[in-house]
């Protein structure tokens, strides 16, 4: 039987965890004089949680798992009516969530997205006072429905998927945007599955943007979010940019592991391997990128040219909030990149972003995740 890793000690060994956290303590001074530029969506999310039974007096028993909710609903055969419970509405989407966290960590955050024109929304009111909002659009909405193991997301996009490239340059003048991308240390480029014009406003970044400035050590991060929707022909597209991001930037590729699923299947017409490090390692090699990370609740597998990092999760089994936990996971990610960690440290703080963040509720400032690193036991 395999055993199930509810405690996180078993990640890191007591010698890289003193590194780590003295190398965070030295270091992270120094993320107060990063600058990051973000985009490009934005959502109100509605947490709720489905109600499997009802007892008089007693509190609701809930459904558990993302396969015992499928199968009831398949059970029924037809119609049926279900009452859910709310639990929280909040900023969302991949940008305004992973924004928030990093400048939870520290750092400067500009944040191009939906987040309410021509006047912010109230709900973005929360963002990290380290960022900057520059909106092009009104934000879409989307019902979470949370479980213990993961996490059902339906959204409605509203004007998200009518404006492209040029719409953004109208609300948010060209020279704003190129000063902006100029100054920043890292690009994050996110959530482009659930955007339609997505393609078209990195195909004008290519064009309008990163031709006009030269920055060497500057880092592009993509994450693409489940491209479940996306025809094989679009997701090839996409590809082929992010060969293109890497002729002027560092490029890093963030997928979980259904993402990771659907990119193998686009690049080979099969299925993945199993083992994530085996789907990772071929993805790799097939994209002309920096870095790949890929990463579940319960193991990450991260590439380089030069090095392969192989490491479990901080895993949760009663997470206390799921959604963003790959946000906060990629912003602890850019964060350890910006202070030029190496990949197993980013990988652990990553990891200890994410998991303070399920086990919490909020977006971890810098000094409580070194306390969440070093509350861990030691392992062998």
Known sequence: MKKRLNSPSATVSAGKKAYLTSTLKDKGHLLQQKKITTGFDGFIDNIVRVVKEK?????????????????????????????????????????????????????????IGALGYP????????????????????????????????????????????????????????????????????????NWSEIDASTDIWKGLLKDVLPQYVHKDQIAFFDLSDCSKRTNESITEALHLLREFAKHTKV???????????????????????????????????????????HSAKEVAAFTGTETVLARS????????????????NA?????????????????????????????????????VIHFLEALEESD
């Open 119 to 190: 006047q912010i929304h109230p709900v973005f009111n929360n963002f990290s006072s380290t960022c900057h909002l520059y909106s092009f659009a009104d934000p879409g909405t989307t019902t979470a429905f949370e479980f213990d193991d993961g996490k059902i997301m339906m959204a409605h996009m509203a004007e998200l998927n009518s404006l492209g490239w040029d719409q953004l340059k109208t609300k948010i003048d060209i020279d704003t945007l190129l000063s902006l991308y100029k100054q920043s240390d890292l690009l994050c480029l996110l």
């Open 332 to 368: 602890g990610f850019c964060t350890a990149q910006l202070l030029k960690l190496d990949l197993e440290s980013s990988t652990i703080f990553a990891n200890a972003v994410s998991g303070y963040y399920v086990r919490t509720g909020t977006s971890a400032q810098l000094p409580a």
């Open 55 to 111: 007892h008089q007096h007693k509190p609701s028993i809930l459904f558990s798992t993302i396969k015992e909710f499928g199968n009831y609903i398949v059970e029924k055969g037809s119609s049926l009516s279900l009452e859910i419970e709310n639990r929280n509405s909040k900023l969302g989407g991949n940008m305004p969530i992973m924004a928030n966290a990093l400048g939870q960590l520290g750092v400067a955050v500009n944040c």
């Open 252 to 294: 890093i590729l963030s997928l979980n592991k259904n993402e990771a699923g659907i990119i193998y299947k686009t690049l080979f017409a099969t299925k993945p391997e199993k083992d994530l490090s085996d789907t990772g390692r071929d993805i790799f090699e097939k994209a002309g990128i920096h870095t790949l990370v890929l």
């Open 314 to 329: 901080f895993f949760v089994s009663d997470p206390k909030i799921s959604t963003g936990a790959g946000d906060n996971f």
